[in-house]
């Protein structure tokens, strides 16, 4: 059979391959291999064949790991909007509330807040957890005309399923309702139906903030009180008339243990099955014990199968670590570019980064995020030099009306760094930011005020390593195209 395959098409690789077969299986092959004699033979293979079963372990362990973790970071955020007691500590600086009910943060990020994700310092956020699996929820949107605003809405996986807003729906507010998978009821008049594919969902809603001000924040503030949640049930009546109460849900935790992950895991996977686009990696992760039918047993798996999910798990961690900070493709310049924002497909690697870096990641429609440890020479970016970003006329961002750009500046721990002025970002509407004579812009990016260049600077931390994030919002579609993005891409230059 291989002399056949000698002629046929990419008979030497073909070959190669099928030539390897008879001396995996030979024993005499094997003894020498593992230099053992015939007596020795039954425990030589069993230690290679569970080698070989620990390390497939290990490397779909890492597959399960990337696959869940949104199910996880969706998790936390339920349990937070589960605990009244923790809203009341944390008020101040997460739009948190109750499960139904919107919660609001009427400020902007500064560095005195610690974030558990990347915060932007563009956008007002409210938050909103739901679970659907009484009732829909119905949004109530008031009208908005005079800035930017978004309610991203995902799944159990934190993926973008629905868009409110000034991009997807006008800016004449409206009535809409969240209807979990089983739903078969009847919406009122008038209220558009948002269907989800599981009871459980997440909403976030981000208002411009276009100058910073006082007087701007407190026009969002009175935004943000117009917004509304409220069950079918209660449909009409005033809110005072309303009766609240927390959903019962299955308690969902991670216990002790080196498979504890995996037990977990198992939970939410069961409460919200994959989508059918994502069922095909269930039947890998059904021979580590992973499926939708039975919990996670881990006294049932082979001691082999377990020792390679318990390594799975760190260097899962380690992975997503890795990955927060090169996601998608580096540009010529040394950004990072990634056009499958929230709405991921079958690339779980992105959906896990995404999850846990930035909770919830704009689809590229709505908004693009580029970033950088680098400059254009690929050295990492530091606070102890001195950087400047030039675009040139031509190089600026373009959005629709409402939409806008901003650059801001994260310390390596991707908080926002504090600084003399308090400027964490520079955008559009920057107060004083001037333009060259040409037309093009030049940033000046150092922990000292540049000379004669003071509206430009975006302070740096004073050592250590920084990150630089370009969001673009409501972008025209050269900069969401690969083909075209280069050209809105400069890179960071170091002062010689």
Request: proline content about 7%.
């Amino acid at each position: 059979m291989i002399k056949q395959l000698k002629f046929a098409t990419k008979p030497l690789a073909i070959a190669l391959m099928l030539s390897t077969v008879p001396s995996i299986v030979n024993a005499n092959n094997i003894l020498k291999a593992l230099r053992v004699n015939n007596s020795e033979l039954p425990a030589a293979i069993k230690i290679a064949d569970d080698k070989a079963k620990e390390e497939w372990a290990y490397s779909t362990g890492i597959q399960a790991v990337m696959f869940t973790i949104p199910l996880v970071m969706h998790d936390v955020q339920r349990d937070i909007r589960s605990n009244l007691k923790l809203i009341e500590r944390i008020k101040d600086t997460c739009p948190c509330a109750p499960l139904g009910q919107w919660g609001h943060n009427a400020k902007l990020a500064t560095s005195d807040d610690v974030m558990p994700y990347t915060p932007n310092r563009d956008t007002v956020y409210s938050g909103l957890g739901m679970d659907l699996a009484k009732e829909p929820i119905i949004i109530t949107v008031p009208p908005i005309k005079d800035r930017y605003y978004s309610i991203q809405i995902g799944d159990a996986y934190i993926v973008n399923t629905h868009y409110i807003g000034t991009r997807a729906t006008g800016t004449d507010g409206g009535n809409y309702a969240l209807v979990g998978p089983d739903f078969e009821g009847t919406l009122p008049q008038g209220v558009v139906e948002l269907r989800m594919p599981h009871n459980a969902a997440i909403a976030a809603l981000r208002i411009a903030s276009y100058t910073e001000t006082a007087e701007d924040l407190a026009i969002v503030e009175k935004y943000q009180q117009q917004f509304d949640a409220v069950p079918l049930s209660q449909w009409g009546l005033d809110k005072s008339e309303r009766t609240f109460e927390l959903p019962t849900l299955a308690p969902t935790n991670m216990g002790k243990g080196p498979l504890a992950y995996f037990s977990y895991a198992s939970q939410l996977l069961r409460e919200s099955p994959p989508k059918a686009s994502d069922m095909a990696a269930l039947n890998t992760f059904k021979h580590i014990g992973l499926t939708l039918d039975k919990p996670f047993d881990p006294t049932s798996l082979d001691p082999a199968i377990a020792r390679g999910l318990a390594r799975s798990v760190q260097a899962a961690i380690d992975i997503i670590k890795w990955k927060v900070k090169f996601r998608g493709t580096q540009s010529e310049h040394k950004w990072n570019v990634d056009f499958v924002g929230g709405a991921y497909g079958t690339d779980y690697l992105a959906r896990a980064e995404g999850a846990v870096q930035g909770l919830f990641v704009h689809s590229p429609e709505e908004a693009i995020y580029f970033h950088t440890y680098s400059d254009i020479n690929n050295a990492p970016l530091l606070g102890s030099k001195e950087y400047t970003l030039h675009f040139t006329k031509e190089q600026l961002a373009t959005t629709s009306e409402t939409g806008f750009w901003s650059i801001t500046m994260y310390g390596d721990d991707y908080q926002l760094v504090s600084n003399s002025i308090d400027r964490f970002n520079i955008r559009k509407s920057t107060k004083g930011l001037n333009y060259n004579d040409d037309g093009s812009l030049t940033l000046y990016i150092q922990r000292k005020p540049p000379e004669g260049h003071e509206s430009n600077w975006l302070p740096t931390p004073e050592k250590g390593i920084f990150r630089l994030n370009y969001r673009i919002y409501l972008p025209d579609e050269p900069m969401r195209q690969w083909q075209t993005v280069e050209n809105y891409l400069p890179g960071v230059t170091p002062v010689k």
